[in-house]
T-cell receptor, first 113, second 113 residues
Framework: DAGITQSPRHKVTETGTPVTLRCHQTENHRYMYWYRQDPGHGLRLIHY???????DKGEVSDGYSVSRSKTEDFLLTLESATSSQTSVYFC????????????FGPGTRLTVL | DQQVKQNSPSLSVQEGRISILNCDYTNSMFDYFLWYKKYPAEGPTFLIS?????DKNEDGRFTVFLNKSAKHLSLHIVPSQPGDSAVYFCAARGRTSGSRLTFGEGTQLTVNP
């Protein structure tokens, strides 16, 4: 199994509060991704990173920001959480850009009340 | 605009029989396809992939077929086992999308003993 951890694994928060989710990898993979999984939508890409300090938006990036100051850590921040951001969040990593598979972390279940 | 679609939310089969999971895509720029399996409370795990230059790829009990003209791929599991019960996601990557994957909605497979 790829060495990917996510913290926290579960979080309940209130609307309007900031939330930061952390993804940590021990594989030294260059590419890291944040997805959300919702019923009927599968997995949708929020943001991704192709190196330290290099990030880009995915298909559902509104309301989210990311940072990557070290190869091993990729942070996802909800500046002001909304109920529509209640979801399961997955981090993934991949070694190379083309033909390589992505390996996923265990997920964070976030509930925004 | 759902570019990757799994039209069957669920599939139930008997142990020992064949499971066939289907996936359709609309973007002709997709050139690499993957299947992931997901158990409850875990992250998706990579199962099998296929490049658009092939029409079949086999790995043990798992075979993926690609029909480019129909923009359709399928995953065959033979024989099906109760441990195969999980949600299966198909995903696609485009020539111009770098390492980003587009996922389908998922199909819940249940294999009955």
């Amino acid at each position: 199994d790829a060495g990917i951890t996510q913290s926290p694994r579960h979080k309940v928060t209130e609307t309007g509060t900031p939330v930061t989710l952390r993804c940590h990898q021990t594989e030294n993979h260059r590419y890291m991704y944040w997805y959300r999984q919702d019923p009927g939508h599968g997995l949708r890409l929020i943001h991704y990173s192709y190196g330290v300090k290099d990030t880009d938006k995915g298909e559902v990036s509104d309301g989210y920001s990311v940072s990557r100051s070290k190869t091993e850590d990729f942070l996802l921040t909800l500046e002001s959480a909304t109920s529509s951001q209640t979801s399961v969040y997955f981090c993934a990593i991949s070694l190379a850009q083309n033909t390589d598979t992505q390996y996923f972390g265990p997920g964070t279940r976030l509930t925004v009340l | 605009d759902q570019q990757v679609k799994q039209n069957s939310p669920s599939l139930s089969v008997q142990e020992g029989r064949i499971s066939i999971l289907n996936c359709d895509y609309t973007n002709s720029m997709f050139d690499y396809f993957l299947w992931y399996k997901k158990y409850p409370a875990e992250g998706p795990t990579f199962l099998i992939s296929i490049s658009s230059i092939k029409d079949k790829n086999e790995d043990g009990r798992f075979t993926v077929f690609l029909n480019k003209s129909a923009k359709h791929l399928s995953l065959h599991i033979v024989p099906s086992q109760p441990g195969d019960s999980a949600v299966y996601f198909c995903a696609a990557r485009g020539r111009t999308s770098g390492s980003r994957l587009t996922f389908g909605e998922g199909t819940q497979l249940t294999v009955n003993p």
